[in-house]
Antibody
């Protein structure tokens, strides 16, 4: 069974940093693109970032470009999101999601999410 | 990376059909056959319902179908059931390894 478990969320002050992790199991992690998607309180889904299967290619949404860094450790089956210079508007539940091997734009498995609250 | 446009709400009675639209541009929805649809219940993670415009993952009822014309994609739910009441989001590949979601549509089963 595919499982994605996010961790690392919490309360942080504006301007602070946080690193999220997503532990993957039940599939061959190293063969899938992985994504981070966030959802602000009462708001819609927003794509945050994506990494290819070996981690050498990454991309970011405009709202986080230059502040967030996605990475992965295929030996540990873990996806990361380093978040720096956090803003109040970054407050959200952050989901990690797996992309289908055959259709990289389709996110077929999701974690339960981890809540990040940016507030003073 | 502007969000795709979805109606905030849609509704239908049990047994009826309802269609939710998702409008983008030629740089996303219109430019690629890479539109997906997700169902989300309150407090839960999203679930993939449709990918590559028309394909259904295993386990998704065939009451759910997708289509696209120009810059607008659509999700149709036929034979509405009470359990279909949820939020629905479209997403699309937007080029250069970027992706975009729609604002979401709350589907109410009357």
């Amino acid at each position: 069974e595919v499982q994605l478990v996010e961790s690392g969320g919490g309360l942080v002050q504006p301007g602070g940093s946080l690193r999220l992790s997503c532990a993957a199991s039940g599939f061959t992690f190293s063969t899938h693109w992985m994504h981070w998607v966030r959802q602000g309180p009462g708001k819609g889904l927003v794509w945050v970032s994506r990494t290819n299967d070996d981690g050498r290619s990454t991309s970011y949404g405009d709202s986080v470009k230059g502040r967030f860094t996605i990475s992965r450790d295929n030996a540990k089956n873990t996806l990361y999101l380093q978040m720096n210079s956090l803003r109040v508007e970054d407050t959200a539940v952050y989901y990690c999601a797996r992309a289908l091997s055959s259709a990289k734009s389709a996110f077929d498995s999701w974690g339960r999410g981890t809540l990040v609250t940016v507030s003073s | 990376q502007s969000a795709l446009t979805q109606p905030p709400s849609a509704s239908g009675s049990p047994g009826q059909s309802v269609t939710i639209s998702c409008t983008g541009t030629s740089s996303d929805v219109g430019g690629y056959n890479s539109v997906s649809w997700y169902q989300q219940y309150p407090g839960k993670a999203p679930k993939l319902m449709i990918y590559e415009v028309t394909k259904r993952p295993s386990g998704v009822p065939d009451r759910f179908s997708g289509s696209k014309s120009g810059n607008t994609a659509s999700l149709t739910v036929s034979g509405l059931q009470a359990e279909d009441e949820a939020d629905y989001y479209c997403s699309s590949y937007a080029g250069s390894n970027n992706f975009v979601f729609g604002g979401g549509t709350k589907l109410t089963v009357l």
